[in-house]
């Protein structure tokens, strides 16, 4: 393994993979092998197809092995793996010879002689040798750093130049692969076999490995990946492999390439297994010692079983979302939780299980389809979120430990050992610039979240690479993104690491792609302390721990039956209760809207009777009115008809004096007459005048006679009037009073009804709010038997479960008592001893470190 120590170094050879970083002092220690370096002439020199982008599935252009990036998987022969003179019939040779010196696989008895081949059979299971692809190398649980490796794209043909080679800004360094330097200006660029001219620069950067134009995906995966591979499948650490640049750099393209090689691996791995188990068989059938060996119980004394679960799934805008999900109605998010110890769980997650590499690469296929892509001015096909496609690796193993009393075999116990390890393979989105790739709307905005999770990561892993910060307590927010949550257990070390970035060597993009070279430089200086996933257990501790989780789950039963009675009683009180109160809110209820009912219509009726005496006022009011102007105008007839009674007395008065004036004078002429008979004849005339001034006088006397009779019976009718008019005077006075005292009255009834509508206004108030505490009070209640409900159906759930894992510990403890009591018939001279060795085994597993990652 490479571990880094803080040391000088000299400046290491081209073909050394030990690299440091020009300014830092930090050094890596090589392991018990060293890989070679890349082939510089190997792979395939077509690279005109490197960087179209075509609409078929990366999965059927890889398996062409067409263009530069080739991702086919070549296993290399394998050496020092010949058993009973024989050899693997499956190897194949690599195409270069660097390829194949860099998979020399190194055993035990290589290493003791010297890296010759060993002939021999060997003793043990554990020195058959790994598969081709991998190298086996001693692995201890001590911190080391994440591998780094840097890709360089082929330069894109300038369209304005025709075949010309546009300018570039960065290349490899002519005397170190591993090293890369930035070119001073795009006029000074070096010639294609000359480096005489070559220019200089301060700006260099060193990695782990360097791959050029030419590489192929199998290289890297060859020279950087396949011992992480090698860790998980053989191990049980987790491992973590990610690729990281600028958007349209191959990210997708060399990731597609590793999952594609790497699931081939797994399936070889998967493979071995059950041929060292056979082959483990054959040897102990071949070199055991014991007369009485039996076939049958060698052949079951062992089995091993190994499993692959497969999941896929995709940050797109900060919202995590399945792409192997058989439900395509629904798309909704997955939530991420973290246990405790720090394990990140995502439920509802699917997870298949696949069987050979065409299952696997369905299920690629299928990802792949379903992940999201959008068109931008850089990619036709660009990633759109952060894709981690996540394998489980799980090997049980369930094996016949014998054991000795007194020197002698006096029987065996099972023991299952399950080893579990996580593959982590994390395709990033490409870190984007607006100016670039002209993005607007939608496109902005899922560049501005890709931004933003890239930025986080980039922060978390400078924070761990800061060993003062990190062992000093430093806080590390993994909560930041969503993306750093999910690889919180790789990145806070319990797994090994490789980065691959990816980065353009032209000068169009020289900014980003030293964006990239920063954050690789930052990522060289994070160390890991991957640990195993192995637990062992033994049949006697199993029966121990049935009894105890028997125990404890009658226990837990109990007092959730008890909990559960408990919480049925609360729950009928509640119901009870509610009932109570929706009872005493519908009486309430009902009382409050017919006092409500009552006083509206008593408010109706006292308005209505106020309209109705304001009406009636308003009428009175008008009548006096009235009444008044009818009472001026008697008062001035009866003034106008006393003067002329006045002026018709005086002349009537006057007719009656000139009346007896006339009489008077008629009887002094009837006396002259008689005096004077004589004078008569003479005054003949005269008397005929005066006779007719009589006459005329009694016609005058017989007009004002008539007059005077007419203005008496006028002035009788006006003095009835008159006196009718003081009567209705007086009524209307009397009425008047009678209104005005009916007004107060009214009035005072109306203040009287205003302010009970008042009271009954406050009322109908407290009412109301009563209301709403009873109404919020049931839906209190109505809550609270909700959750009681929920509460109960949950503790009835548990307890089924609890019955069923009852019911199962009780059938596994049966078939262990009955398997422990016939080993105890066969064993019965040693069970103290063998009692005390599980003791301290147990013991021990107790003490050990159980890391899972889920």
């Known amino acids: 393994m490479n571990k880094r120590r803080t040391s000088t170094i000299p400046t290491p050879s081209p073909n050394n993979n030990t690299i440091t970083m020009p300014s830092s002092s930090s050094k890596r220690k090589s392991g018990l092998l060293k890989f070679a370096s890349r082939n510089k002439g190997g792979g395939s020199t077509n690279n005109n197809n490197n960087n179209n982008v075509t609409s078929r599935p990366l999965a059927s252009r890889l398996l062409e092995n067409k263009g530069g990036y080739s991702a086919i998987y070549t296993p290399v022969k394998k050496l020092g793996n010949k058993f009973n003179g024989g050899e693997d019939d499956s190897a194949v040779k690599t195409p270069s010879a660097d390829a194949a010196a860099a998979a020399v696989m190194v055993t035990p008895a290589t290493v003791a002689t010297g890296g010759g081949v060993v002939s021999t059979p060997p003793n043990k299971v554990s020195d058959l040798p790994p598969p081709p692809s991998c190298q086996q190398l001693s692995f201890n649980e001590e911190e080391e750093a994440v591998k780094v490796c840097v890709r360089i794209r082929p330069l894109l043909t300038n369209n304005n130049s025709g075949n010309e080679e546009p300018p570039r800004a960065w290349t490899t360094s002519p005397t170190d692969d591993n090293t890369i330097i930035k070119l001073h200006s795009t006029t000074q660029q070096p010639q294609k076999k000359s480096w005489d001219s070559f220019p200089t620069s301060t700006t260099t950067y060193k990695f782990d490995q360097v791959y050029g134009e030419k590489s192929t995906t199998q290289q890297i995966y060859n020279n950087v990946i396949s011992d992480i591979i090698h860790s998980v499948c053989t191990q049980g650490r987790n491992g973590t492999v990610f ?22 691996d797994l399936f070889r791995y998967c493979e071995d297994n059950e041929r060292r188990v056979g082959e483990d068989f054959m040897r102990r059938v071949t070199f055991d010692d014991e007369v009485d060996f039996d076939v049958k119980s060698a052949s079951l004394s062992s089995s091993v079983l190994t499993t692959i679960h497969v999941s896929c799934m995709e940050l797109y805008n900060e919202e995590l979302y399945d792409l192997l999900s058989s439900n395509t109605t629904s798309s909704s998010s997955l939530a991420i939780n973290e246990d405790r110890r720090g394990n990140v769980n995502i439920p509802n997650l699917t997870e298949w299980k696949v069987t050979n590499i065409n299952e696997l690469l369905k299920v690629i296929e299928i990802a792949e389809e379903k992940k999201t892509t959008g068109s931008t001015a850089m990619n036709e096909r660009s990633s759109r979120s952060h894709t981690i496609f996540r394998i489980r690796y799980e090997v049980k193993k369930e094996e016949d430990e014998k054991e000795n009393v007194g020197g002698v075999g006096r029987g065996s116990s099972k023991k299952v050992v399950t080893t579990t390890s996580t593959l982590n393979l994390v395709d990033l989105a490409g870190s984007e610039s607006v100016r670039l790739t002209g993005a607007k709307g939608v496109r902005q905005k899922e560049g501005g979240r890709i931004n933003q999770s890239l930025l986080t990561l980039s922060r978390v892993l400078e924070k761990l690479g800061n060993k003062e910060y990190s062992s000093g307590g430093g806080h590390i927010n993994y909560r930041d993104s969503k993306l750093t949550r999910i690889l919180k257990p790789s990145l806070s070390g319990n797994a090994r690491m490789g980065a691959i970035c990816c980065i353009s060597p032209a000068v169009q993009y020289s900014e980003e792609t030293k964006s990239t070279l920063d954050f690789a430089t930052r990522t060289m200086l994070v160390t890991t302390n991957a640990k195993s996933n192995e637990v062992v257990e033994h049949d006697d501790a199993l029966v121990a721990e049935f009894e105890k989780e028997m125990e404890r789950i009658k226990l837990e039963t109990v007092q959730a039956e008890e909990h559960r009675v408990q919480m049925e009683k609360s729950l009928h009180e509640a119901q009870d209760e509610i009932k109570s109160l929706k009872l005493q809110l519908q009486r309430e209820r009902k009382a409050a809207e017919k006092e409500k009912e009552d006083i509206m219509w008593e408010l109706m009726s006292t308005t209505r009777r106020s309209k109705e005496l304001e009406d009636n006022m308003q009428t009175t009011l008008r009548a006096t009115e009235l009444n008044k102007q009818a009472m001026e105008l008697v008062r001035r007839q009866a003034k106008e008809l006393e003067k002329e009674n006045q002026e018709f007395e005086t002349k009537v008065k006057e007719l009656f004096r000139r009346n007896r004036q006339l009489e008077e004078s008629n009887r002094d002429l009837k006396q002259n007459m008689q005096v004077t008979t004589t004078a008569t004849v003479l005054n003949k005339q005269g008397m005929e005048v005066l006779t007719k001034q009589v006459k005329d006088l009694q016609k005058e006397n017989d007009t004002y006679r008539v007059q005077v009779e007419d203005l008496t019976i006028r002035n009788e009718g006006l003095m009835g009037i008159n006196n ?58 109505s809550e609270t038997m909700s959750k009681l409900q929920y509460t109960v159906n949950e503790l009835n759930i548990q307890n089924q479960q609890l019955g069923r894992r009852l019911e199962m510990y009780t059938n596994n403890s049966k078939q262990s008592q009955e398997n422990a009591s016939e080993q105890k018939r066969s064993f019965e001279g040693k069970v103290h001893q063998m009692m005390g060795r599980i003791r301290e085994e147990v013991e021990e597993l107790s003490l050990s470190p159980k890391v899972s990652f889920d």
Request: zero cysteines.
């Open 243 to 264: 690729t990281y640049g600028q958007t349209s750099t191959g990210k997708t393209y060399t990731m597609h390439g590793i999952l594609v090689a790497a699931g081939r």
């Open 724 to 781: 009718e008019l003081k009567q209705n005077l007086q009524n209307n006075v009397s009425a008047t009073t009678l209104n005005r005292q009916a007004n107060e009255s009214i009035r005072m009834q109306v203040k009287e009804l205003e302010k009970k509508n008042g009271a009954y206004v406050v009322q109908v108030g407290t009412l109301n709010r009563r209301n709403k505490e009873l109404e919020n009070n049931a839906d209190i209640a």
